[in-house]
């Protein structure tokens, strides 16, 4: 248990995201489905959060409400102490697919969305960001033309490239076969490290939500409760391998059969 | 190894051409077969159906004299004046209508009304606004492009994948970017095939409207050697009719790879 600890909010200063009591309803049909019920977190400068739970459990919609891209929620989301009114620069997203438009190059898919006043040196921090995301050489292909693992670094690249405070992405690599997956979590850290960015990551794989995780809230299905909050105390470079890891993987995956 | 794959190549080069040509000409082939022998048995009359060897002389000879390519210049210059007035008016209208709900709902009534009117029906009252030669053909012209090319643009813009313009409105592209980047690029397969359909319906469009009315163009040449009973040049303007016609075609279509480069196309199983 030593691994699982439940954290006590504000020991870090100021949060940077909070989410409280957030309730999330559909209606089908005249009949009310509840989405989200009374979610209640925070997530702190610097961290590395990861949202783990069922398929279909509304994690997706969860991100969607951070992302200011479903207005239709009750409860209050603030980001640094402000509520979030639609989509913002202050938070990039790198969705489930990459999303890239086909029409543009990498280059241009980046240009795209950039803001950034003076226009001197645009090309040179494009392409640093590609560089960044270990794409240089690529930047004039289309989207067509690369693998599923580097047009999710471009997709990562353009999630990053307004230097948003926080990031959030939604299962990024769950299209990826396992080998390219478990590169692009090495990868996402060391982007993780170097842009000191803050990161909430939706998964429902659970050796990602460990292996990436400074904390890993864990939902139920639906509707979506949050069950607990564990908080990884194993050091970094973890090893997927050693017995704390291995212990932490075996709680959550017991929490999460329950169901 | 190599060399010898290369010899076995170069070998099955020319059975592979034969191939096509008799896959590609056999029907034609045997179609003139078929023309030479009905009218060369003497079952038809000359007048009725021409033989293949009449038709083909009377190309030469319309050629030679200057004046299928005369009539086909002025054919092809109200084409092109009809044509990119319909391009620049569908393109220019089909974006607004398709940005603007408020505007396509406006719009709507008064299109679905006129669009089944067939353009030629429409060559009265364009020859009684603006007279017997170039105007009304113009006229007719741009109305018979226009709605494919107008009906392409709205349809290009309408399916623009939700999932991209998302992703615009989390990044805040200003919409400027958003329209040239987005929206036109992503209709741009739509847009040009309405071009090319737009295309073929000026063509047609200038053949009805001077078979109708006029002292020039192509189909004035069809209706002039019909009056002097000289069915061969009536075919032989068909065939040119249909030659520019496939020409023009060809050309959009290079076109059309030019430009959408992204995109990957289907050459069927």
């Known amino acids: ?259 | 190894m190599a060399t010898v794959l290369r010899g076995e190549h170069s070998e099955n080069r020319l059975p592979a051409m034969l191939d096509t040509i008799g896959k590609k000409g056999l029907l034609p082939i045997s179609f003139l077969l078929l023309w030479h022998w009905i009218t060369t048995s003497g079952r038809v009359k000359q007048i009725l159906l021409p033989s293949p060897e009449n038709v083909f002389l009377a190309l030469i000879e319309t050629l030679s004299s200057g004046e299928l390519v005369h009539h086909l210049e002025t054919s092809l210059v109200r084409v092109m004046e009809g044509f990119a007035l319909a391009a620049f008016l569908g393109i220019g209208l089909g974006m607004a209508l398709g940005l603007s709900p408020l505007l396509n709902q406006m719009a709507e009534g008064v299109i679905q009304l006129l669009r089944p009117i067939p353009p030629i029906a429409w060559l009265p009252l364009a020859i009684l606004w603006f007279g017997i030669e170039e105007g009304s053909k113009v006229f007719i012209i741009t109305l018979g492009a226009f709605f494919p090319i107008f009906l392409n643009v709205l349809q290009g813009i309408k399916q623009t994948n939700e999932n991209v313009v998302e992703v615009a409105r989390v990044f805040k592209v200003p919409w400027p970017k958003f329209i040239l980047k987005v929206i036109v690029p992503g209709s741009m397969p739509f847009v040009v095939a309405g071009l090319r359909i737009g295309l073929g319906y000026a063509w047609m469009c200038v053949v009805a409207a001077e078979l109708s009315g006029g002292m020039s163009g192509i189909g004035y040449m069809l209706m002039d050697s019909r009056a002097l009973a000289r069915t061969d040049r009536v075919l032989a303007g068909m065939l040119a009719i249909g030659a520019v016609g496939k020409s023009m075609d060809y050309l959009l279509q290079w076109f059309e790879r030019k430009i959408i480069r992204w995109r990957r196309f289907y050459n069927g199983i």
């Not at chain 1, 979610?39 to 951070?66: M, N, Q, W």
């Not at chain 1, 102490?81 to 280059?107: D, M, S, Y």
């Not at chain 1, 769950?174 to 998964?203: F, H, P, S």
């Open chain 1, 1 to 259: 248990m030593a691994a699982l600890l439940q954290r006590d909010i504000g020991s870090r200063g100021a949060p940077l995201l909070c989410l409280s009591n957030v309730f999330k309803k559909y209606v089908n049909n005249g009949q009310e489905l509840i989405a989200l019920q009374d979610l209640s977190f925070s997530v702190f400068p610097r961290e590395f959060v990861c949202i783990l739970g069922p398929s279909g459990c509304g994690k997706t919609t969860l991100l969607r409400i951070i992302a200011g891209l479903e207005p239709d929620y009750q409860g209050m989301v603030t980001l640094e102490g402000e509520p979030i009114r639609g989509p913002g620069l202050e938070r990039g997203i790198v969705f489930q697919e990459h999303r890239l438009l086909p029409w543009l190059t990498v280059n241009e898919n980046l240009e795209l969305v950039l803001h950034k006043s003076n226009n001197g040196d645009r090309r040179e921090f494009i392409h640093s960001y590609v560089e960044l995301v270990g794409l240089s050489g690529f930047e004039d292909a289309y989207p067509s033309q690369l693998s599923g693992g580097m047009a999710q670094r471009v997709a990562i690249a353009r999630a990053l490239i307004n230097k948003p405070r926080l990031l959030l992405m939604d299962e990024p690599f769950g299209a990826l076969d396992a080998l390219t997956r478990l590169r692009m979590q090495q990868e996402i850290l060391r982007i993780w490290t170097k842009e000191k960015t803050t990161i909430l990551m939706v998964t429902h794989d659970i050796e990602e939500a460990v292996y990436l995780g400074d904390k890993i809230i864990v939902l139920s299905g639906r509707p979506a409760t949050i069950k607990r909050i564990v908080e990884v105390n194993i050091p970094r470079e973890r090893k997927r391998i050693e017995p704390q890891f291995l212990q932490v993987r075996q709680q959550l995956y017991n929490e999460l059969m329950q169901e």
